[in-house]
């Protein structure tokens, strides 16, 4: 599957998942809590409360966030014996500000945690490939065929024709098929025991992931 902005996430089959924008869906309401702080003389009981009221507008969100990526995530590993998707660096591409808001909301970053810890409970196999030419390169003939980020459809000379996601969905299950990816989940015990102690460590990861507080990563508006 393919994470996005325009949808949560496009799988190879064509299928979507509509992205919820929690955070945009607040935003305005939020933003009239947050300009009340500033009304309220500084250090009084008052300006504290308000305070107290943006943080928690915020910490539901980030709550409902974390909620949906579980519900999705929960899904996708049901109704799939092999979940592949791009090994991308979220952090990274948080720096850049246009995209920042957009891509927090879709709260990538704890969806591929979920899925790696459903993969994990179910016994399927979650594999991160490289996320080079995923959606530049023809699913069908490998052919590279430049689009910008507006371009929304991929149309390539071999007659092949998909929606951009479509077809990023389709290279990155290729590209997992292939073994390009690093497999991210022994649970068909394939792996070897290097990956045992892989596993272990996730797990306690996991048992972090259930408090909400440290979820609303990377977010400020
Ligand atoms: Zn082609």
New binding site residues.
């Given amino acids: 599957m393919d994470v996005g902005i325009e949808s949560f996430y496009t799988d190879s089959n064509g299928s979507t998942e509509p992205n919820p924008r929690f955070l945009r869906k607040a935003e305005s309401d939020i933003k009239q809590v947050q300009r009340r702080i500033y009304k309220k003389k500084k250090g009084s009981t008052r300006r504290r409360l308000a305070r107290v009221r943006y943080s928690r507008k915020h910490l539901r969100i980030s709550r409902q966030r974390n909620e949906h990526a579980k519900r999705v995530a929960r899904n996708v590993c049901k109704s799939n014996d092999l979940v592949a998707y791009e090994d991308l660096r979220v952090s990274n591409m948080l720096k850049n500000h246009t995209l920042a808001k957009s891509i927090a909301d879709a709260s990538w970053y704890q969806f591929r945690q979920w899925i790696e810890y459903f993969a994990n409970k179910f016994g399927k196999e979650a594999v991160a490939v490289p996320p080079q030419y995923t959606s530049q390169e023809?699913?069908?003939?490998?052919?590279v065929?430049k689009k910008s980020l507006s371009t929304r459809t991929h149309i390539?000379?071999?007659?092949?024709t998909l929606h951009r996601d479509t077809n990023a969905a389709i290279n990155i299950l290729h590209k997992a098929k292939s073994r390009g990816g690093h497999p991210q989940s022994n649970a068909k015990g394939v792996a070897t025991s290097t990956l045992v102690g892989v596993t272990q460590k996730r797990a306690s990861r996991y048992d972090e992931l259930r408090i909400p507080a440290p979820l609303g990563r990377g977010v400020s508006i």
């Fill in positions: 023809c699913s069908q003939c490998k052919r065929v390539c000379q071999c007659a092949c």
